[in-house]
């Protein structure tokens, strides 16, 4: 079954009737979510039913506080692993006043009722002031419920917080583990100010936001780009050298000479490889660049002889 994508809004109802849902942000898709999500694929396969994932447009939490939007995967990437996780229904409820202060059993009434049984994470909570829960959900005779219990690793939650954290300090190892895969950024490549390509070194500078950033840095990244894969050499940061310019996500990419300006890629963080560093002048900074540019061609070879 083809992956059917339905948006919400407060006011609808979901109509599928006897399928095996499960609930949350799920932000970041990450082991603890892929976990979930296959638990209740299982349950789905042993009842012969459809298996959904709900999911919403956004933070309920950084919408309270009136934050800017940030994500470790939008919606499209949400799609894009749903559809390889063999889920058949995606409901994306937009995240609105109104959502926000519907009670918890409005929320049931309208998206859960008929679903034969729904699946969440041991902390998930839904309704006015967060008052759905687990309990709550278990007391409702109409579904099944199955709560998942809390994923460790090394004694440390998994959770998109940690996830965030690992990346904001640098940790891009940990980060990658707990995703189960290399963390990515994916947006279309926008005008730059040129300085790569006055070194010599010409770069895509790619529009990430509403992404998180890794920690400021030059990074060993793997590119997809128009359904190939390229590896490359990134720049997280403000460009010290050039007294702190706005943060910028600059790539040079091996393989490939090509304008990729206005085009979309998807760059996967493979490796930290140093941090961002003040130069005296431009020519130290290109001689550097040249160090790690050569550093990064020895990692291509390694993982094309692995």
Do not use: W
């Amino acid at each position: 079954m083809v992956l059917k994508v339905k948006y919400l809004e407060e006011n609808d109802f979901i109509t599928e009737k006897d399928i095996v849902i499960c609930l949350g942000y799920f932000d970041g898709m990450h082991i603890a979510h892929i976990n979930l999500i296959k638990q209740a694929k299982d349950i789905a396969k042993d009842k012969g039913l459809s298996l959904a994932v709900f999911t919403f447009s956004r933070s309920i939490r950084a919408f309270m506080k009136r934050e800017k939007h940030r994500c470790l995967t939008t919606i499209d990437d949400k799609i894009s692993i749903c559809e390889k996780l063999g889920v058949d229904y995606l409901y994306v409820m937009k995240v609105s006043k109104e959502l926000i202060h519907m009670e918890a059993y409005e929320f049931i009434d309208r998206f859960l009722l008929k679903s034969n049984t729904v699946v969440v994470g041991f902390d998930f909570s839904f309704g006015y002031l967060g008052k759905g829960d687990s309990v709550l959900l278990k007391q409702n005779k109409n579904f099944d419920t199955l709560v998942v219990e809390e994923m460790k690793f090394n004694d440390i939650k998994v959770g998109s917080t940690r996830i965030v954290k690992a990346l904001e300090e640098g940790k891009l190892e940990l980060a990658n583990y707990l995703l189960g895969r290399p963390f990515f950024i994916k947006g279309e490549v926008v005008l730059g100010r040129g300085i790569g390509k006055k070194l010599g070194y010409p770069t895509a500078n790619i529009n990430y936001l509403p992404y998180y950033l890794p920690k400021s840095g030059v990074y060993f990244t793997r590119i997809s780009y128009q359904d190939k894969l390229y590896y490359g050499i990134t720049n997280v940061g403000n460009k010290p050298t050039y007294n702190n310019l706005p943060i910028s996500v600059e790539t040079y990419v091996f393989g490939i000479c090509e304008d990729f300006y206005n085009k979309e890629m998807k760059l996967e963080f493979l490796e930290f490889i140093r941090p961002e560093i003040k130069f005296d002048s431009e020519e130290d900074l290109s001689k550097q660049i040249y160090k790690d540019i050569e550093e990064v061609k020895i990692k291509i070879k390694e993982v094309n002889n692995a």
